[in-house]
């Protein structure tokens, strides 16, 4: 069963940075397609960002426009994580940030964090 636990929100200032992790209980992890995702008060979950495995050390990122040169996502196999660099962030970002697994790039996602609260103030 995979479990998923996100960790790194908090409250911050427009402009400033934070790092959202998720450490995934996946025995493989490396192949799994890895997923950010958010809730904004009064929104739908909306898709923020995505790493894909395309195999050997390959992967590929794609992102929300919204959030587009400002977050990066990685992942460190070693550690089953995944990670969220939030730079340059606005109130807009106030979320609850969800990370979700899916075994391959296009699978559905199987598996949700709980969710880690990121509160922008302007």
């Known amino acids: 069963q995979v479990q998923l636990v996100e960790s790194g929100g908090g409250l911050v200032q427009a402009g400033d940075s934070l790092r959202l992790s998720c450490a995934a209980s996946?025995?493989?992890?490396?192949?799994?397609?890895m997923g950010w995702f958010r809730q904004r008060p009064g929104k739908e979950r909306e898709f923020v960002s995505v790493?894909?495995?395309?195999?050997?050390?390959?992967?590929?990122?794609d992102y929300a426009d919204s959030v587009k040169g400002r977050f990066t996502i990685s992942r460190d196999n070693a550690k089953n994580t995944v990670y969220l660099q939030m730079n340059s962030l606005k109130p807009e970002d106030t979320a609850v940030y969800f990370c979700?697994?899916?075994?391959?790039?296009?699978?559905?996602?199987?598996?949700w964090g709980q969710g880690t609260r990121v509160t922008v103030s302007s």
């Open positions: 996946i025995r493989t992890f490396s192949r799994y397609t």
């Open positions: 979700a697994a899916a075994p391959c790039s296009k699978c559905p996602y199987g598996s």
């Open positions: 790493i894909s495995w395309n195999g050997g050390n390959s992967y590929t990122a």
